[in-house]
């Protein structure tokens, strides 16, 4: 059985830092390439990074040199780390499969604000 478990958002001041986890069960993890999304109330869900199993990676322009994307295969778990946060970063972020898991399942996702 497939299940994403985010975590680590919360409250940061503008120019803080957070680190988000994802930990996947079931199949999901292995040989697939990992991104995080995110989304903002009434908008689309948007792909911000990903990282493939030979740990390549790609950033949407608006996060390129403030987040990283990581991967630990053997825990299956992924990572972002959120660096130098703006208030437009604010959302509920979500990691999936690149592209998202054909079943449509999504995890709970975990809230970012960005706010002081």
């Known amino acids: 059985q497939v299940q994403l478990v985010e975590s680590g958002g919360g409250l940061v001041q503008p120019g803080g830092s957070l680190r988000l986890s994802c930990a996947a069960t079931?199949?999901?993890?292995?040989?697939?390439?990992m991104g995080w999304y995110r989304q903002v109330l009434g908008k689309q869900r948007e792909l911000v990074a990903s990282?493939?199993?030979?740990?390549?990676?790609n950033y949407e322009d608006s996060v390129k040199g403030r987040f990283t994307i990581s991967r630990n295969d053997a825990k299956s778990t992924a990572y972002l780390q959120m660096n130098s946060l703006k208030p437009e970063d604010t959302a509920v972020y979500y990691c999936?499969?690149?592209?998202?898991?054909?079943?449509?399942?999504w995890g709970r996702g975990t809230q970012v604000t960005v706010s002081s």
């Open positions: 079931g199949s999901i993890f292995r040989f697939n390439r």
């Open positions: 990282i493939s199993s030979g740990s390549s990676t």
């Open positions: 999936n499969t690149v592209p998202p898991y054909a079943t449509g399942y």
